[in-house]
């Protein structure tokens, strides 16, 4: 069978909050685009990851137009806060600036996705063993084979590789053209999807390990424990998952159908520079953060409008300063928050469990926290972390 060959602008590989945010941004600006999604459209929108969009990103919708992507399943109420020891201690974030909301990352995906589709943008799921070539000439090519087996080429200006930390898009730059600096944590969090309401929410700090329980929509949640890099989630029956959570919270939890468990490595990432010739990574492709710190969406979004911003002044205006300076102007903002990520990470593992870093880390960790609560400096340069607007 004869290859398809087509012509677009841009080619974004990948459907997730990256790829999708970028193609609405780019279609809304008049700029031809096609998605490219390995998945049916069913499992990408039923993917459950993360579920906080933080000020940074509620703010870029809204003045993108695209505020009602955050519209969708309500989070309902539920008694929360941050917990050492058994004894409850919400901290007294200022958040007067503070407009972070829960919406799970489902829930976003299909709303991006639904607004793309309605306002006539070409998302095609199935796509399968994509390549993409001449990324260093003007005119790179992407080969896939779509649903039916026809094997289809387009030929682009752009590629936008939003295929996460696993994806073709990073691994088609040769490994001599990107550096990697990479720090692998102590220990891995088992991560548990349930089927039951957020009680309480929060996170807890014991000695026994952290442990966080997560809203994910109005009947589910999400449950963290700290646990050894070596295990495995056989070692995690049910009945243990939900006496360590109590153990951990010092407080009943709700308890009820477990979807899923799996063990996650803690690690973060970064890659540099985060293009090479016209291939740009963006989101998981480039950097990974520990979960802890709830940034991987904010900085996916971040690349997302740096890039977008890049490409429509390069094919509307001919300027392609702001693509060529994509890498420099993303990794200041990416480390800043790299910096978040590994001290709110290691200060609310080190402030419970001694087994990785002993007692003398405990008690550093500690006196980092209780910072949290008496000065209202450290309070601040807090709130515009978890905020985003730092």
Known sequence: MAETREHTAVVIVGAGVAGLTLGNFLLRNGIDCTVLEKHPRAYVEQRQRAG???????????????????????????????????????????????????????????????????DGGDLRYEAVDVALEDITGERPVVRYQDADGTAKAIVCDVIAGCD???????????????????????????????????????????????????PRGPHASRVYLQCAVDDTPEQWPDERIWSQLEARFG???????????????????????????????????????????AKGIHLALHDTEIFARAVIRRLKEGDRSLLDSYSETCLPHIWNYQAFATW??????????????????????????????TSDAANKLFSELTAGTN
């Open 164 to 214: 996460g930390f696993h994806g073709v898009s990073r691994r088609t730059i040769p490994a001599s053209a990107l550096t990697e600096y990479s720090h692998a944590y102590g220990y891995s969090w088992l991560s548990v999807l349930a089927a039951v309401p957020t009680s309480p929410s929060g996170m807890a700090i014991h000695s026994l390990g952290l442990a966080g329980m997560i």
């Open 52 to 118: 906080t969009i933080d000020t940074f990103g509620v703010r870029m919708f809204r003045e993108w137009g695209l505020e009602e992507v955050l519209e969708g399943d309500p989070i309902p109420h539920s008694e929360g806060g941050f917990y050492i020891d058994g004894q409850a201690m919400p901290i007294d974030v200022d958040d007067d600036d503070n407009d972070s909301l829960y919406c799970p990352q489902q829930t976003l995906v299909r709303n991006l996705t639904d607004v793309f589709l309605r």
């Open 344 to 373: 709110i990470t290691d200060t609310m593992h080190n402030a419970g469990f001694t087994g990785y870093e002993g007692e003398f880390r405990k008690q550093i960790a500690r006196a980092e926290l209780q910072r949290q609560f």
């Open 251 to 293: 407080t009943p939890v709700s308890t009820g159908e477990i979807i899923d468990k799996r063990i996650v490595p803690l690690r973060s990432v970064v890659f540099d520079p985060m293009s090479h010739g016209n291939l740009y990574l963006l989101g998981d492709a480039a950097h990974i953060v520990p979960p802890m710190s």
